[in-house]
């Protein structure tokens, strides 16, 4: 029963209140989704991402909601210093016992001008954008209705449906629309930081599933910075912070996390984070703190491989027994000799 309700309440979200975009708790390890300013913002030439998100899973079972997104993105140079991005990223995302479910292919790219710098430093400001396809797309014939309630706690499939429910699409396409800006600082091989804003879902398209209904997306305002500084020999902090406003509704998630140097060697490239995160959205009256995030990563060379466990703070803790989302994420590089001054942080 507890799923069911779960499942209505998506519904609610998805045909009234403009159900928000997904969002990850490792939003570094999603950059073309962040920001499109972000696109071949590397040290390297090329980057392979891929993310996955779990949530729900101890209410929903096998209906909990699930989100995955692969990218890849890579950098040309343009002179002796500037460099254009481009990348494309597709990420899905489907919950509850209705297969609520979004389908996205976005292209982006973005172009780098520095504005200052030496052989040790460089300052650089980016502009992105990104366009694609979305497709929404739910199962009505799992749906159960109020009119088909047996008034014994039971359900009669084959009872009256409400008329309304009929004039439906259950599934459909809309573009979509986004634009960023991005600046970043190389302040010494060991320090750096960085700041951007991002506008997302510029054409405000209809995502109604009523044929008759006009429900514009909402478009969404993105504030993100960060930084990488050390602070001794082996040992980093990485601070971060990034704030949603979409409609009626925002989100900050901020933290940091240690970063510790497991080799001396300048051939190799072996670090291990951990980390502490915390969320807070606007709740009904007030700002409510939804969670507690635990962070770990691990990079070897090319690879790097993050994990994240979020700790429902919320009264929605009641009802999921107190336990919360994981998280993974896996980059992959490509670097190569690059005889060109050109710096960028690493995310």
């Keep these: 029963m507890r799923s069911f309700f779960i499942t209505l309440i998506v519904i609610a979200l998805s045909f009234s209140i403009q159900a928000q975009d997904i969002h990850f708790s490792q939003f570094y390890a999603a950059p073309l989704d962040l920001n499109p300013a972000m696109t071949g913002v590397m040290k390297c030439k090329m980057r392979f991402s ?47 016992a209705l297969g609520f479910g979004t389908v ?16 040790t430093s460089s300052h650089y400001l ?21 009119s088909q309630h047996d008034g014994k706690g039971g359900w009669d499939s084959n009872g009256p449906i409400d008329p309304s429910q009929l004039n439906v699409n259950d599934r459909f396409l809309f573009a979509d629309v986004a ?11 060991h320090n750096s930081f960085w700041a951007g804003v991002a506008m997302n879902h510029l054409n405000q398209a209809n995502v109604s599933f009523y044929r008759a209904d006009v429900v514009p997306l909402y478009s969404k305002f993105t504030f993100h910075a960060g930084g990488e ?15 949603f406003n979409q409609g009626p509704s ?9 970063r510790f140097n497991l080799t001396k060697s300048r051939f190799e490239e072996q670090s291990f984070d951990i980390g ?45 027994a107190a336990n ?18 050109v710096y960028c942080p690493n995310f």
Excluded at 126 to 146: D, E, H, K, T
Excluded at 230 to 242: A, F
Excluded at 253 to 258: K, Q
Aim: proline share 3%.
């Design 250 to 258: 925002w989100e900050t998630n901020a933290g940091t996390s240690l």
């Design 126 to 146: 980016v502009f992105g954008a990104n366009g694609g396809l979305n497709q929404r797309s739910i199962n009505f014939q799992n749906a159960q209705y109020g």
């Design 50 to 96: 891929a993310n996955y998100r779990n949530q729900w899973a101890p209410i929903l079972k096998s209906n909990a909601y699930n989100t995955y997104m692969f990218s890849y993105d890579q950098k040309v140079p343009v002179g002796r210093y500037d460099y254009f991005g481009f990348g494309a990223n597709f990420w899905g995302d489907k919950a509850g």
């Design 276 to 320: 502490l995160w915390a969320r807070v959205s606007n709740g009904e009256e007030k700002p409510t703190f939804d969670a507690i995030i635990l962070s770990t990563r691990f990079d070897y060379n090319k690879f790097g491989l993050g994990f994240t466990y979020d700790i429902n703070t919320s009264s929605l803790r009641q009802a999921n």
């Design 179 to 189: 634009v960023g800006a991005l600046w970043y600082s190389i302040l010494n091989r």
């Design 104 to 119: 996205q292919f976005r292209a982006s790219a973005a172009y780098s001008k520095r504005l200052g710098g030496d052989r």
């Design 324 to 341: 919360g989302s994981f998280e993974l994420s896996l980059v992959y590089v490509i670097c190569g000799p690059e005889r060109r001054g």
């Design 229 to 243: 500084f050390r602070m001794s020999r082996q040992m980093y902090i990485v601070p971060g912070v990034v704030f």
